[in-house]
């Protein structure tokens, strides 16, 4: 700004300047005091490099007294051959100053500076108080005035950036969220439009970030049984990494889950796309089996599901063609893939429409966003609608069981903790809202029921609790696997084991029950043979004992309705909470 500045005055001060040399003898001073300042009247003021005063002479101190009249000079008479005419000092102009590069950088900060102030653009682009002044922030200790385009064109790590926000639906994202407009902005364009459009770049980068952390969704008003501690990434840290980065483009998309579930989900995504650009969706009617070369009037329906209405001549029969499409769709959704259309087929066939299983699979990648970045080299992973937990250490799952899990009227919450001790004959304190719904009445109904139950109802003051003592006939059974939570839920045993044989195994009231929990507490505990299963079910009718882990392990309840298998098969599971159908509403894909 202050080269700015100093460019102004030099360009409001300098001019072309003419000195006229005043022509007379040293014997007429008054006359050509006279004359000098007829000629100075007649000339227009020339500004000047330097000051230039006509002052009259100072006063002698002979002069007469002002009272006596001073005597009129004699008249000069000047020929015409004595006048010469005055030579002219011209001191010309310079040429227009130029746009040095900081000239340009002052400009390009003044113009952003103006953008970050002006309410009315900061409401149209949608930027919030916060990251509005996070982003003014960054911009304002920047290298560079603009961070994305430099001499009216874009950077490199701009070009890599967009391309990454068009191919945003490859990641379950809409690029419709990042709309660039401005992206084709001309080399001459003024400074402003390059620093709208910059910011515009930047705050594209920062949503898709966000959105691959898991912003998309307002979790709260989701479900409040959801509650993730989502990572959301910093502004500065988000723009310092991408448009500094050698590949911007997989700098961006490295803010997408990394994990190998997450991955076998993406490329599923773009198999159905490319295998199925357009597929229809039908809804076969029951009928006989279908070999080659029979009739059957559901086979145009077939032709029109896979693309054949215009393959043959003759739409009713059952051809080659139509039995290798059938075979494919058979072989991809794990049937056997003889051709034949059997009532399995059938039922396959009539099954979601390739944008409904688009949607179901963007829904699952969506709630791999919920998880940390990392969940531990070593950790627990409970699939609520598998009823499954697994152990991995590493890429290797080392011990895998049934459990069950919260009933539709109570459900487990999915959320990440980390598990720091185990608690062996615990007792258990019903919690709030069991006692609310369950134990309260049945006391007002039966003074008699928390005796008969083995409960022991606790006073402390106006307050009453319930607890069940250690036991083989306590609720949690014989172990209790603690990872702190606001939801007070964990995994434990059960005395009704006879439940993990059932399929479907919605039972509990919130908490995870475990499978075969000795051997769970060994893998967890045994490492070092310390705490063996063996050791573990010596401390049985002990009393509470508590046994502390060295090392905390992360527990991830998660809510996956569809998983690729370690053999590349995609299973799916029932949606039993509806969360699946939440989340597609909410990200307005296919019901």
């Known amino acids: 700004m202050r080269g700015l500045r100093k460019t102004a005055i030099w360009l409001g001060l300098i001019g072309s300047v003419s000195l006229l040399p005043l022509a007379a003898s040293a014997e007429d001073t008054s006359p050509q005091v006279e004359r000098s300042e007829a000629i100075v009247a007649e000339s227009p ?44 000092i011209e001191i010309p102009l310079p040429d227009a100053a130029p746009v040095t590069a900081l000239m340009q950088a002052d400009i390009g900060r003044m113009a952003v500076e103006g953008l970050f102030a002006d309410d009315a653009a900061m409401r149209e682009l949608r930027v919030s108080t916060k990251d509005r002044e996070a982003l003014a922030a960054y911009y304002a200790q920047a290298e560079r005035p603009l961070l994305w385009s430099q001499d009216g064109a874009w950077t490199p790590a701009a070009q890599a950036a967009m391309d990454r926000l068009k191919a945003a639906d490859e990641d379950g994202l809409d690029p419709a969220d990042y709309v660039l407009r401005d992206a084709g902005l001309r080399k001459d ?32 008003r989701l479900s409040p049984l959801v509650t993730p501690k989502l990572a959301m990434p910093d502004i500065g840290e988000v723009l310092s990494r991408v448009a500094s980065a050698k590949n911007a483009g997989a700098t961006l998309a490295a803010y997408n889950p990394p994990h190998a579930g997450y991955k076998a989900l993406r490329e599923r995504l773009a198999q159905l796309r490319e295998n199925h650009p357009s597929q229809p969706s039908v809804r076969l009617p029951k009928g006989p089996i279908l070999r080659v070369g029979m009739k059957d009037p559901r086979v145009p329906l077939i032709r029109a599901r896979f693309n054949l209405a215009k393959a043959s001549d003759n739409q009713t029969v059952y051809d080659e063609r139509v039995a290798s499409a059938v075979a494919a769709f058979q072989k991809e959704r794990g049937l056997p893939d003889t051709g034949v259309l059997n009532a399995q087929t059938v039922a396959a066939l009539s099954g979601p429409s390739v944008a409904q299983r688009e949607s179901e699979i963007i829904a699952n990648m969506e709630r791999w966003r919920w998880l ?10 409970v699939n609520v609608p598998e009823y499954r937990l697994r152990l991995t250490e ?29 608690v062996v004959n615990p007792s258990w304190t019903i919690p709030p809202s069991i006692m609310k719904k369950e134990i309260l009445p049945a006391l007002a109904a039966d003074p008699y029921y928390a005796a008969r139950k083995g409960y022991k109802v606790i006073r402390r003051g106006n307050q009453i609790s319930v607890q069940q003592p250690p036991g083989e006939r306590n609720a949690l059974g014989y172990v209790k696997f603690m990872f702190p939570n606001q939801h007070a839920v964990y995994l434990h045993d059960t005395p ?14 919130g908490c995870v029950r475990v499978d075969k929990p000795f051997e769970l507490a060994e893998e967890i505990m045994g490492k070092d043979g310390k705490w063996t299963e063996q050791k573990l079910r010596g401390l049985i009718g002990k009393g509470e004992r508590y046994v502390h882990l060295t090392d905390p392990l992360p527990v991830h309840l998660t809510y996956f ?20 159908r939440k989340v597609r509403a909410a990200l307005n894909l296919s019901e």
Do not use: C
């Open 45 to 88: 003021a020339q500004p000047s490099f330097h000051d230039v005063a006509l002052q009259d002479a100072p006063a002698s101190k002979d002069v007469a007294s002002p009272s006596i009249p001073l005597a009129e000079p004699a008249p000069v008479s000047i020929e015409a051959a004595d006048l010469k005419p005055a030579p002219v």
């Open 189 to 220: 364009a003024p400074l402003a439009q390059w620093a709208r459009a910059d910011v515009k770049l930047s705050l594209s980068v920062i949503r898709y970030a966000r959105d691959a952390r898991g912003a998309r969704i307002d979790l709260p």
């Open 372 to 381: 940390p970045a990392d969940l531990g080299d070593r950790h627990i992973a």
């Open 394 to 422: 590493g890429r290797n799952v080392v011990h895998e069981t049934r459990v069950i899990v919260g009933k539709e009227q109570s459900q487990t919450p999915i959320f990440s903790e980390t598990m720091k001790y185990l």
């Open 496 to 509: 009704n084991r006879n439940l993990f044989s059932a399929s479907k195994r919605a039972f509990s009231h």
């Open 561 to 580: 309705t569809l998983a690729v298998d370690e053999k590349g098969d995609l299973k799916r599971f029932d949606d039993i909470y509806g969360l699946d």
